[in-house]
């Protein structure tokens, strides 16, 4: 069945808001002798995306001067990420991750995947006009000049954007199923093509009903399927779209696990997911982790980070009682 998760997120919008009086009590941390971190965690951490956009304005309207520079001057490594992080508008954010990962030294694969494999068409629409306005070049011919195959072609598919909203038919579900099955079977190159087209394009609802079929059909899961047909980033990538389909909160406390635990604290990562889904659904994210793995993800981070960093991140994920 096709349900909608009451999704979530760890940090609501301050009551009582005063950007004015933020403003300047970041303007005296900031410009203090020493700078006054946990005032910068306490205010930033504690206000949801669009208070901080304020508060950086009547900052700049105070100071005369960038929050966002401020913050880069005054701290360093991963604190400094998170703190500059947090002030980015979500779709900036995305375009920011997104430039980082196609321009930087490596190609930094996960990254895209995490990013275009779990964002709506709108959040898409959104993200690629703020990478068009912050680097004067088309996140598509990015995409396409830095990645290649099927991996590139999937990509490609998912940035324009264009899945089907709403709308699902039954008696189209099991030809996409086979579809989906001979893919699996025959891996040619028109097959894969016809795979990433019917994962990148149907609506949710739609591919809720086809893996069903596809179970009814192969009696395996889709995601079994594909892992025993396919390998590398391509696999990755559709494999993420499917588990993103199914229940995105799962698929973030995934990606968080093997982040905290496979790569011994892959800062990058466990940065990106806490603040890209601070205000959506990290509070399912964290529900979901704890049911997963035992642990809570306030544990896990609180045992790997340490520091401003590591009290930043766990403000970001914001700990029940009895996650301590």
Request: glycine share 6%.
């Amino acid at each position: 069945c096709f349900f909608l998760l009451q999704t979530q997120g760890t940090i609501l919008p301050a009551p009582n808001f005063n950007p004015i009086m933020d403003a300047q009590v970041l303007g005296g941390a900031l410009q203090g002798i020493s700078c006054e971190k946990d005032v910068l965690i306490e205010i930033l951490t504690q206000r949801c995306n669009s208070q901080r956009l304020m508060i950086a304005e009547a900052y700049r309207d105070m100071y005369g001067r960038d929050l966002i520079t401020d913050l880069k001057e005054n701290l360093s490594h991963h604190f400094k990420e998170v703190m500059v992080g947090l002030m980015y508008p979500p779709a900036s954010y995305d375009a920011h991750e997104l430039w980082h990962a196609l321009k930087g030294v490596d190609t930094e694969e996960k990254c895209l995947i995490d990013i275009l494999a779990s964002r709506s068409n709108m959040e898409i629409f959104q993200m690629k006009e703020a990478y068009l306005m912050k680097y004067n070049t088309d996140l598509q011919q990015d995409i396409d000049s830095e990645t290649s195959g099927h991996f590139r072609d999937t990509l490609m598919n998912l940035a324009q954007g264009t899945r089907m909203e709403g709308y699902a038919d039954p008696s189209t579900a099991a030809q996409d199923a086979m579809i989906l099955w001979e893919a699996c079977q025959q891996k040619t190159g028109e097959h894969k093509n016809m795979l990433q087209m019917i994962l990148c394009n149907r609506s949710h609802q739609q591919l809720w009903m086809v893996f069903q079929e596809f179970q009814n059909i192969s009696g395996q899961d889709i995601v079994d399927a594909i892992n025993e047909c396919y390998d590398g980033y391509f696999q990755e990538l559709l494999v993420a779209i499917v588990l993103c389909i199914r229940d995105k909160p799962s698929y973030f406390a995934y990606r968080l696990y093997n982040a905290i635990h496979d790569f011994g604290f892959h800062n990058k990562t466990v940065i990106r997911i806490l603040i890209a889904r601070s205000e959506i659904d990290l509070m399912n994210i964290r529900q979901r982790y704890k049911e997963r793995y035992g642990k809570s993800l306030f544990h896990d981070i609180k045992h790997f980070a340490s520091g401003h960093y590591e009290s930043a991140l766990l403000a970001i994920c914001a700990g029940d009682t009895e996650d301590y």
